[in-house]
């Protein structure tokens, strides 16, 4: 348009020429209009696009969001339900224990083989809930697969169990017959 605009001034002098020029400029002057149409439907479609773009980034951020908070519902759920298992292991047994030893109180000088009765219930229900309790444990992982508790001492480690309650104060002497190995 502006070229048009200066071959219009510089042909001033020829009239023919001068017309020429005056209907190029008028004819690039109506397709303005168009080509502003078509700058404007360029910018639209890449508005958009980025706007599509940004919406699904979104969608995919808010879905990632999600699983996530699945994921750690399922673990509270898990948690839980595992500490409300070993209130019922530890309540149930306790209970059992109190109730055999003030049964084996009150007999142990009248009747020892009903107190001996009592006390070794008291054995078979603590071991057993112990065991019950290391199993839930158990059930605990870390993230790696691996167990997120140590089993308790077994024999092996009497011996530094001995040096701990020495440690703590308390004259430990261990005799150990046989193989504490297994």
């Known amino acids: 348009f502006c070229l048009c605009l200066i071959d219009a001034i510089k042909a001033h002098d020829r009239d023919a020429r001068f017309l020429d020029v005056i209907d190029r400029m008028v004819d690039q002057a109506q397709q303005l209009p168009n080509m502003l149409w078509g700058l404007a439907a360029v910018f639209v479609a890449a508005f958009a696009v980025g706007w ?18 699945v ?3 399922a673990a509270a759920h898990e948690r839980l339900r595992i500490a409300q298992e070993l209130h019922d ?17 009150r007999v142990l000088d009248a009747d020892p083989v009903e107190a001996r009765r009592a006390f070794d219930n008291i054995g078979q229900t603590s071991r057993a809930a112990l065991t019950e309790i290391r ?7 870390n993230p790696d697969g691996t167990p997120a508790y140590r089993p308790a001492p077994g024999l092996a480690d009497l011996a530094r169990l001995a040096n701990q309650v020495t440690d703590a104060g308390i004259d430990v002497t261990l005799e150990v017959e046989g193989d504490v190995e297994r």
């Open 71 to 73: 994921a750690q519902q």
């Open 135 to 141: 199993g839930l444990l158990g059930e605990v992982r």
């Open 52 to 69: 599509k773009m940004q919406s699904r980034r979104r969608l995919i951020e808010l879905a990632e969001q999600g699983k996530v908070a």
């Open 89 to 105: 292991v530890v309540a149930h047994s306790l209970g059992v224990i109190a109730v055999q030893a003030g049964a084996g109180r």
